[in-house]
């Protein structure tokens, strides 16, 4: 149980979540299942108790279209715990999940826009399941949302400049800060 300053979990890397998936035979970016994990902390999903990380596993299997046991399961709901911390932590460690700088150019690409997919599906899918559809959602959040998922769309064959590289960073900048702002807003809400 995490108490009101958090239990600090360490953040697994990308490369250490992706053999974790492939050998559960997922075949899942790590990036978008931690997109996922803090979509629905954004959408106000507590883990107050192991009954309310077993619902997070619940939502995130019917998000990610995954089967989450054993090994998995237990992977899972420490980066659900991880994430958490790192957005509670006061040096806002916080940042999105996302393959090393010495990885291939494309596959950064591609995993910041898996990210910010698995965040919107995460976010859609705790919304659902707490039946708060019709409420409104903060405009700032509602813009967030609508640029996370113009992210989600980018073209991963761009070549690698020094540009792209600044771009990407600002990129993943933006989904870091944005992220922060609306998890940390619903945490604020709970009681």
Known sequence: ???????????PDWQESADVLLGAGLALNPSELH???AGLLAAGRTLHADSDRDGALVLLEKALAVELHGESA?????LLKATLSAIRDTDFAFTPMLPD???LFEIRLMSVGKWAAGFLTGFTQAVAAADAGGEPVDPNTAEALKDFAAIA?????EEESDDGDRELEELVEYLRIAALNIVTDALSHQA
């Open 74 to 78: 237990d992977f899972v709901g420490r």
């Open 35 to 37: 997109g996922a994990t």
């Open 153 to 157: 769309q980018i073209d991963s064959s």
């Open 101 to 103: 700088d010495d990885e």
């Open 1 to 11: 149980m995490l108490d009101a300053l958090g239990d600090y979990e360490t953040m």
